[in-house]
Every structure is written in structure tokens, then in C-alpha cells.
């Protein structure tokens, strides 16, 4: 179950004392009795004011069903939906949002998730064509951090690779060639701890590799080698209650100096990096002015919210100047793109403005083609000439 569908409904069963586990065992066909439960509870019994309620409407009202929201009438709404041709839709979704494309994290250690790029794993099959139009892909090694094994040897098994450090560089080589990624991607264990030493422990012994084994002697040579960047997310802690499953997570600040480390010792691999917890923001910023080889990006999920959008992007903006990427899509399922951009592009662009308003009080002159390819580098440009 995604995470976006479920944290509005453990919303509404906190409203209403009703027990998240009997709403979190419906399944795919019981869909309009959470949605129902979500609508009635969140949005007609109460004001939509949170930044999630709020981008559903946002969402319904640049796709023009204004008259079905007046109504309340989320049957409509859900048959409007139905009625949708599935490639028409993403066309609609991608404009609307502004959007040329956006980049998947796909995860290769998930068997549901890999069928979709191949029928036969062991193949090297290639994804249909016309999917690329939109959506790019991001290769995602969580389970390479956390020295997952439970999850990586049958994925290893699939390809008949040995459960080794390199059976794991050749998987990921055999991945990187399928699915083509942009960047590796993972989200750095709150626990993870950065080795002063060089790991090998493992070595010579019965012992699996461990994720700062996999990291530093796997994924970071693999990241220098292929040119890869890595993107890290960081101080997500999951779960802190688990009754909530993948709803249930939270958020406790991480030791920047693993980052910078990573950055230290690898100069030669690209690292992009972005913190949910407000907490470290200002020293990581401070750390991406002193690495070249350090990209922050967006601001992501708890620090997806208007206000500390504007707080983050005033502050890079402050200490980086355009060199930092000021939003990712950060969405879950498709229709988020449309409200995520919106409501970033108007939030971002009130602070860019009163930047460039104190800028022009210094008698600084510039074109408006200056202005704009200066504005492109804090979207999107920035990342392109860093780590493309």
C-alpha cells in the first residue's frame, strides 16, 4: 500500500478512534472504502487545511473537476478517474506540473518490482521504449546500506552471482545496464555508522559483508567507475511505530559528518544529498560550500511544507547562491506532481524574488536572459551541469 494513500487514512482513524489495523488490512479492491473514509473524516467533516489535504484539492482543481469538489461528490470524482486513458493521463499530469520528465527510484532487490522491467530477470531485456519518454530511472541500494542479505542473496541467486562483494558489483553492473539510472539512490539507516577504519571484517571468514563493507568496497567504486552520483537521504528512522507499517515512520537528525566524510574520501564521486529533519540543514548547507563534489537537493517529505520550503530555499539561496537544487518532485504516485510543483513553484518563486528585489537595491544591473538562465540553475540546471 503506498505510503501517500495510507498516512491520510491513519489521519482520519485517529480523528474517529478507529483501529488503524482493521483499515490497513483492506486491500487493493476495498480502495473506495479507505478513500471514503479518507474524504468523509478529513475533508467534509473538517477543514482540508494540511499541506497534504490541501494538494489533493489543489490536485482536482487544475484537472478541472471544481464542480464535483463543490459537491463533495468524491463518487464522481473517483468515476472521473476510471474513465481516464492511462498515457493521456500522464501527458495531462506532466504539463500541468511543468514537468519534462521525472526520475524513478526503482529497486532491484524487490521481486514485484523488477518483473516490470523484465519477464525473465536473468535476461537483459529492456523496459518499453515509449516509458522513457517521462520517466528516467534511479537505481535504489537501500538494502546495499544496510547490508540486507535476506533481501540480496535472492536477488544474487537470480543471476547465479555468489554471495560475495563482487557478486554484488556484478549484479548491480547487470542492473545499471537494464535499467539505464540517472544515479544511484538510498536512504542512509539512521544507525549507520561511517568505519574509521577500512572494513574487512568479513574477510577470510564465514561472515556476510556488512553495509559499510557493501558502501565503501562495492557502491562507491561502482559509483567512480560508471560516473555515476549517489543521491542520500538522510534522518528518516522507520519504523517508530510499526503499527502504522510504511506510515509509520519518523524522523531523528544523522551525523552530517558521515556525509562529509563520504565526501572527503571520495572526491572523485558526485554525492547529492538531502535531510528531513530540520534540525542539521544549516550545517549541511555550510558542508555542500565547502565540497565541489557535494549537490543538495529539494526538500523532502516532513520538509515538504510551504514553510520550511521558504525557510531552506532562503537559506541555500543565502550560503550557495544558485548552486543547490531547489525542489524534487518528492511524490509517491502520479497525481502528486501536479500540487507538489504548484505549490513548490509558488513558494520558491516569492523567495527568488525578494533575493533578486534586494539585489537590484545594490544597483546590480542584468539582463532578463540572465535572470532566467540564473533562476533555471536553481531548478534544474544546476543539477544537469553537476551531475549529468
Known amino acids: ?9 491513519i489521519r482520519a482513524c485517529r480523528a474517529e478512534r478507529i483501529e488503524v489495523e482493521a483499515v490497513g488490512s483492506l486491500g487493493v479492491a476495498e480502495g473506495r472504502e479507505q478513500a471514503g473514509l479518507v474524504w468523509q473524516h478529513l475533508f467534509v467533516d473538517r477543514s482540508p487545511v494540511s499541506e497534504a489535504c490541501r494538494g489533493v484539492l489543489t490536485t482536482l482543481h487544475l484537472l478541472g473537476l471544481d464542480h464535483l469538489v463543490a459537491r463533495r461528490d468524491l463518487s464522481a470524482i473517483q468515476e472521473w478517474f476510471k474513465q481516464q486513458d492511462a498515457e493521456e493521463f500522464v501527458d495531462t499530469v506532466f504539463r500541468l506540473a511543468g514537468l519534462k520528465y521525472a526520475v524513478m ?43 540486507d542479505w535476506a533481501s540480496i542473496s535472492p536477488t544474487l541467486d537470480v543471476f547465479k552471482q555468489p554471495h560475495t562483494l563482487a557478486g554484488v558489483r556484478l549484479l548491480l553492473e547487470k542492473w545499471i545496464d537494464i535499467i539505464k539510472p540517472e544515479y544511484f539512490m538510498a536512504s542512509v539507516p539512521i544507525s549507520f555508522e561511517y568505519p574509521e577504519e577500512s572494513p574487512s571484517a568479513s574477510a577470510g571468514t564465514n561472515e556476510l559483508p556488512d553495509g559499510a563493507e557493501l558502501l565503501l568496497q562495492v557502491l562507491l567504486p561502482l559509483a567512480e567507475e560508471k560516473k555515476l552520483p549517489i543521491a542520500l537521504k538522510f534522518d528518516s528512522v522507520r519504523p517508530i511505530n510499526a503499527r502504522y507499517g510504511v506510515a509509520g515512520d519518523g524522523v531523528k537528525p544523522s551525523n552530517v559528518d558521515i556525509l562529509i566524510k563520504l565526501c572527503r574520501n571520495f572526491p572523485k564521486v558526485k554525492f547529492l544529498a538531502t535531510f528531513l529533519s530540520r534540525v542539521n540543514q544549516h550545517e549541511v548547507t555550510v558542508a555542500a560550500n565547502k565540497f565541489r563534489n557535494l549537490h543538495l537537493y529539494g526538500c523532502w517529505w516532513y520538509c515538504n511544507n510551504p514553510s520550511i520550503i521558504e525557510e531552506l530555499t532562503r537559506m541555500r539561496i543565502e550560503i550557495l547562491g544558485t548552486a543547490f537544487t531547489s525542489q524534487h518532485s518528492d511524490a509517491r504516485v502520479l497525481d502528486q506532481l501536479i500540487y507538489k510543483w504548484s505549490h513548490s513553484r509558488d513558494v520558491i518563486g516569492k523567495v527568488l524574488v525578494d533575493m533578486y528585489e534586494r539585489l537590484f537595491a545594490t544597483g546590480w544591473k542584468m539582463s532578463s536572459a540572465t535572470c532566467r538562465g540564473c533562476l533555471a540553475r536553481a531548478t534544474r540546471r544546476s543539477w544537469q551541469r553537476d551531475c549529468l
Not at 1 to 9: E, N
Not at 109 to 120: C, I, T
Not at 122 to 130: I, K, M, S
Request: charged letters at 20%; zero cysteines; proline letters at 13%.
Open 1 to 9: 500500500m503506498q505510503r501517500s494513500v495510507l498516512v491520510p487514512t
Open 105 to 147: 527510484t526503482n529497486i532491484p532487490f524487490e521481486p514485484e518490482e523488477a518483473r516490470h522491467w523484465l519477464v525473465n530477470p536473468a535476461t537483459t531485456t529492456p523496459p518499453p521504449a515509449w516509458s522513457r519518454k517521462y520517466f528516467r530511472s534511479a537505481l535504489r541500494v537501500d538494502q546495499v546500506l544496510l547490508g
